[in-house]
């Protein structure tokens, strides 16, 4: 069993949490990033990294689906939140652009842009890495994080172009695995195509996954995105599970894990 991080979950969206936190540890989750999306989850975020303390940390963010109900006012309101709370976050995030029609006709490519730049300000003026969603945006979601100075970033689950992520590495920037890996192949692609310096761990959880058994993730699942890195990159277990944990906390200051496998 190897000491991992799950870079990316959706810890409010559990409906049981204690024995999902507890399946974790026991497969060896060391750390969990619990991303938030709107006010109300950032919230929530904040909640559960207290009452998990030294599990579960906190990341605050605004989602591209969430912006399109809100007017200026609320998204404000759900910006000064994240800037209140700065010093206890990790990282910014989940942020980004999504151009998908459906998320289009809620919230349009210009005010997606528009919320983005102010979270990338944020971002820069405090120095914070972000976590990035970049759904049939890759290059834009890059130019503009690119353009703001951002100095730390992760292009979640990345299924782009090699043009583009090979930007992204060259900026200095990291992707993540998530259980994906084992079938979809633009995001097999990008995992092989990726340094494993540069390469993180992640179940973005509870997303439903596989193609011929659908199941929904928890963040014990983490060990699925490690072995379908194994198995696209043919190197050694333990050396991805500590590289990638090691990636994982320097990036997110997690300072008390140091040993990527155990």
Known sequence: ???LIDTHAHLDEIEDLEPTLTRAREAGVAAIVAMGTNHQTNQKVMELSQQHSGLVYPALGLHPWDIGNLDTTQTDH????????????????EIGLDYNKRVLN?????????????????????????????RYAWKGCFDL????????AIFHWFTGFSSVLREI???????????????????RRAIKEAPLGKLLLETDCPVSYGREN????QPSDVVRSLKAVVAIKGID???????????????????QITNGGH
């Open 214 to 217: 659908r199941y929904l993730s």
């Open 237 to 255: 277990e333990s050396a991805i599970a500590y590289q990638t944990t090691a990636n994982a906390a320097r990036l997110f200051s997690l300072h």
């Open 145 to 152: 994080v690119k353009g703001a100075g951002i100095e730390q």
């Open 1 to 3: 069993m190897f000491e």
């Open 106 to 134: 809620i919230a349009s490519k210009e005010r997606q842009k528009e919320v983005l730049k102010c979270l990338l300000a944020l971002a820069e003026r405090h120095k914070k890495l972000v976590s990035l969603h970049s």
């Open 169 to 187: 590495l060259d900026a200095g920037y990291y992707i993540s695995a998530t259980p994906a890996a084992e079938y979809h192949e633009e995001h």
């Open 78 to 93: 759900a910006i000064n939140f994240i800037e209140t709370n700065i010093r206890d976050i990790v990282a910014i995030g």
